[in-house]
């Protein structure tokens, strides 16, 4: 797959918030979910689960961000980019149709992983399709 800069910038940045979100759940779960008005504190099998999903999501954007400058990881890391943040986006909202809507923070976290998932998704699918007319001529 071609580097270009759609793909370099889509990497970047879904990597910048994986890991940040992932230092934020699995470091320092209690400060960054009481930013979303959730209380955690004293909940030690819950601050578990948060910081185990917190490891996965820094190691997957450090891999999308590392896509972004090392060509032959880009495929793989714009691939995750579109399972990640659309299998997190597309799960928030299973959770909205069965449990009701979260707080405002929460919606808005919602919107934008979908978002990002699928602009991924369409860098990747440009891309693809480029590639692939490429090695038609």
Avoid: C
């Amino acid at each position: 797959m071609k580097q270009s800069i759609y793909l370099k910038a889509i990497l970047i940045f879904a990597g910048v918030i994986g890991i940040s979100v992932g230092i934020g759940q699995m470091f320092f779960p209690i400060v960054f979910e009481a930013s979303a008005g959730i209380n955690v504190e004293g909940e030690v099998s819950l601050l578990s689960e948060i910081r185990a999903a917190g490891g996965t999501l820094l190691i997957a954007g450090i891999i999308m961000f590392w896509g972004a400058f090392r060509h032959s990881l880009s495929s793989s890391a714009l691939f995750l980019a579109i399972l990640f943040y659309l299998s997190y986006g597309l799960s928030r909202v299973y959770g909205i149709i069965v449990d009701g809507i979260p707080n405002q923070s929460l919606v808005i976290v919602t919107i934008s992983e979908i978002t990002i998932g699928l602009v991924a998704y369409i860098v990747y699918y440009r891309l693809r399709k480029k590639t692939s007319s490429d090695l038609k001529m």
